[in-house]
């Protein structure tokens, strides 16, 4: 898009994101109470499950992470639950990294959720954990960022056939029911919802 963001529209993006932390910050709360009461399968030495798995679960996380959005993002877009949940989010057709956290509380809560369905799933480190939420919110920022980083070449590669660019979610906030994904391509393409114009636009 050529629009540029207002100050109304940053200042409202603020406004819901503070309101957003606040949940996230309550979830992590009960998510701590959890792990330190052994409900959940949060472990504390590195030495019970090694390094390998140290890294390996990050990889875990973020791929149930890419899952756990894709689909609950298609469900937010059902007319019955848009209103209420996801509206407040798409409110910014033009992105920017302000828009990345701005959620209606509901949707705040939705996304929240990912943190206790990985602790209750897999063996989770927290400080594997930690390093997950940086690239989940280094990712979403990017994603909203408004400005395309990669190259000109790079959907032509493998990499931009699997990992998406911020120009692929900028089109969702402009057409909404496309292009759902979060980090890869993946169910993107295997349930046909990329965008058409998503390689010319990205050219553009």
Known sequence: STREPT??????ELAYSMVSIAIFGLAAGGLVFAALSGYTQVYWSVDDYGWFWFWASIGVMIVMHDTYFYWTHRLMHHRLLFKWVHRVHHRSIVTTPWAAYSFSPWEAIVQAGIGPVIAFTIPTH???FLLFMFWQIGFNVFGHC???FFTPDFLKSWRGQVINSSTHHAL????FGVNFSLYFNFWDWLMGTNHPDYERRFEQ
């Open 7 to 12: 100050a109304e529209q940053i200042r409202r």
């Open 126 to 128: 927290p400080a594997a």
């Open 146 to 148: 408004g400005y395309e």
């Open 172 to 175: 969702h906030h402009e057409r």
